[in-house]
């Protein structure tokens, strides 16, 4: 592809050599002759001297230097992420039908234009939706109800009565509806006794979700878990039994969510954070990394540490070690002078 063709794709301005060929996509220093990189962080700003791309895409304010072509644009990493379709690997199509291993129960409904791969299993009273790529190998247990265009990849499991909406996709390994935690103890003639606390919920997701590799979203004890439309989560979650999703949040690899909490909409759960039951994360709140939340988070705020706290306060906490080191440094330095005025 021609670089004037990548410009015009990307509704950029270029000076260079519109002749010049461009070939795939890459990282600014792993980029060879023929690769087209981008600048979205000033953190990567000194790898423009050394990258060997051909073009790369900057913001209409750079001013530094780089031997690759500039293409200008309003914003680098969205124009870059729009050559992926021209550039990246071609995406499966699964033609519709049914694999000959496929296992399918009594009164299965199924729509127009299905998929359904290998030595899957679809077991009675199931419906899937129009136009639903279900891979190789994965578990539909009864009366699962899957709505329209959704793609299930290998090896995901979804519990009985659980429900998914519309374009939801589900990556390899997610477990939907497996059980909550759940167990009472009692003293027996022998000793403790735990008994499992039944769980007879189910799962409801939303239109448009995104539930990344490995990650289990229980049922509930009773009544619904739910994760609300356009929810993106990552590999590694655990979202426990009655917790409920609002829309459009964002929750990071291997967050745990503990059960009965509410998530409300536009709240975002970074990387390793964990989420006490029974409490609330407020609208457009953030829980740092490896965060431990044990109370509710306020709308908009952004807690940090564990015990989870206000983003300033957890600043101040990182900064007082430094603040006493300096004290003891001065109380030392007082103490020289002292000793010194009392020997004369």
């Known amino acids: 592809m021609k670089l004037s063709e990548v410009v015009q794709a990307v509704n950029g301005t270029c ?131 899957i709505g329209k265009q959704c793609h299930l990849y290998p090896q995901v499991n979804i519990r009985e009565s659980c429900i998914l909406g519309d374009r939801v996709i589900l990556h390899a390994g997610v477990k939907i509806g497996t059980d909550g935690y759940g167990y009472t103890v009692e003293i027996g003639a022998q000793g403790p006794v735990i008994n499992k606390v039944p769980q007879i919920g189910i799962v409801e997701i939303g239109n448009d979700v995104e539930i990344g590799s490995n990650t289990c979203v229980d049922r509930a004890r009773f009544g619904r878990t739910r994760v609300g439309d356009c929810v993106k989560i990552d590999n590694l979650v655990q979202i426990g039994h009655n917790v409920q999703i609002a829309p459009f949040v964002g929750i990071i690899a291997q967050a745990g969510i503990a059960g009965s909490a509410k998530i409300e909409t536009g709240a975002l759960i970074w990387s390793q954070a964990g989420i006490s039951g029974h409490l609330t994360v407020h609208e457009r709140a953030q829980v740092a990394p490896q965060a431990g939340v044990k109370e509710d988070v306020p709308e908009g705020e952004y807690v940090a540490g564990t015990p989870a706290i206000p983003k300033r306060k957890f600043a101040e906490t990182l900064l007082f070690p430094r603040l006493l080191d300096k004290l003891k440094r001065k109380v030392v330095d007082l103490e020289a002078k002292v000793k010194a005025l009392e020997a004369r």
């Open 15 to 145: 000076e260079a050599d519109g002749s010049i060929e461009i070939r795939a996509m890459a990282s600014l220093l792993e980029a060879r002759e023929g690769d087209i990189s981008f600048l979205a962080n000033q953190k990567y700003a000194p790898q423009m001297k050394e990258t060997k791309a051909s073009a790369v895409l900057v913001a209409q304010d750079y001013a530094g230097e780089t031997a690759a072509a500039l293409i200008r644009v309003e914003d680098p990493n969205k124009a870059f992420a729009s050559l992926s379709p021209i550039f990246g690997p071609k995406p499966v199509v699964r033609e519709p039908g049914i694999h000959a291993t496929a296992v399918i129960g009594e009164g299965v409904t199924l729509g127009k234009d299905i998929y359904i791969g290998p030595y899957t299993v679809i077991e009675d009273g199931a419906t899937i939706g129009d136009g639903t790529v279900i891979d190789g190998m994965v578990f539909i247990a009864q009366h699962v109800q």
